[in-house]
């Protein structure tokens, strides 16, 4: 891994990638999507969802396009990761309705000299009601105390794609008061 990782050559490296019809779009999520939103807790990657250009002529060939892009521009790919610009890059594909949700409906950051698709607080702590791992009922926690979620449209999300009831059965772990 390189010494500096540099995350808006990451966030270029993306945009060129949608120009290059690589990914039709992207959205950052997991802890560097939270990190815009809240203090940040610790992580060694950057996950980034994404929704295909073409679909590929076999289904075990779904991340190829992507890591034909790395080789081709000098970034390595270690197992599910690709380093890009110093940071272990995971693809996670859009694979269901809250995720291609959630990438179409990212917000435009700014972040230094360029532009970064990031998803939404609302989106985000669905996806961790979705998932339901220790550490996404600590980040919806920390989510919740700063109050950077619309609530009800959280709610409505939750609703949506059904999850309304893993929300209702798990939401002692992350406060009293909801």
């Given at each position: 891994?390189?010494?500096?990782?540099?995350?808006?050559?990451?966030?270029?490296?993306?945009?060129?990638?949608?120009?290059?019809?690589?990914?039709?779009?992207?959205?950052?999520?997991g802890a560097?999507?939270?990190?815009?939103?809240?203090?940040?807790?610790?992580?060694?990657?950057?996950?980034?969802?994404?929704?295909?250009?073409?679909?590929?002529?076999n289904e075990?060939?779904?991340?190829?396009?992507?890591?034909?892009?790395?080789?081709?521009?000098?970034?390595?790919?270690?197992?599910?990761?690709?380093?890009?610009?110093?940071?272990?890059?995971?693809?996670?594909?859009?694979?269901?309705?809250?995720?291609?949700?959630?990438?179409?409906?990212?917000?435009?950051?700014?972040?230094?000299?360029?532009?970064?698709?990031?998803?939404?607080?609302?989106?985000?702590?669905?996806?961790?009601?979705?998932?339901?791992?220790?550490?996404?009922?600590?980040?919806?926690?920390?989510?919740?105390?700063?109050?950077?979620?619309?609530?009800?449209?959280?709610?409505?999300?939750?609703?949506k794609h059904?999850?309304?009831?893993?929300?209702?059965?798990?939401?002692?772990?992350?406060?009293?008061?909801?």
């Amino acid at each position: 891994m390189e010494r500096s990782p540099n995350l808006s050559a990451v966030f270029k490296t993306l945009q060129d990638m949608m120009a290059k019809r690589v990914i039709s779009s992207y959205a950052v999520g997991g802890a560097v999507a939270a990190i815009f939103y809240i203090e940040p807790r610790e992580t060694f990657d950057l996950d980034i969802f994404f929704i295909l250009s073409r679909e590929p002529s076999n289904e075990f060939l779904r991340l190829e396009a992507i890591y034909e892009y790395a080789r081709q521009h000098g970034f390595k790919v270690h197992a599910e990761f690709v380093e890009i610009y110093g940071w272990a890059v995971q693809f996670l594909e859009g694979y269901n309705s809250l995720r291609k949700e959630a990438i179409e409906d990212a917000i435009e950051l700014d972040f230094e000299d360029v532009t970064a698709r990031v998803i939404s607080p609302e989106y985000l702590a669905a996806m961790m009601v979705e998932t339901g791992r220790r550490k996404d009922w600590l980040r919806l926690s920390d989510f919740l105390e700063a109050e950077v979620l619309d609530f009800e449209r959280f709610l409505k999300v939750l609703q949506k794609h059904d999850l309304k009831d893993k929300w209702n059965k798990n939401k002692w772990r992350v406060t009293d008061d909801v």
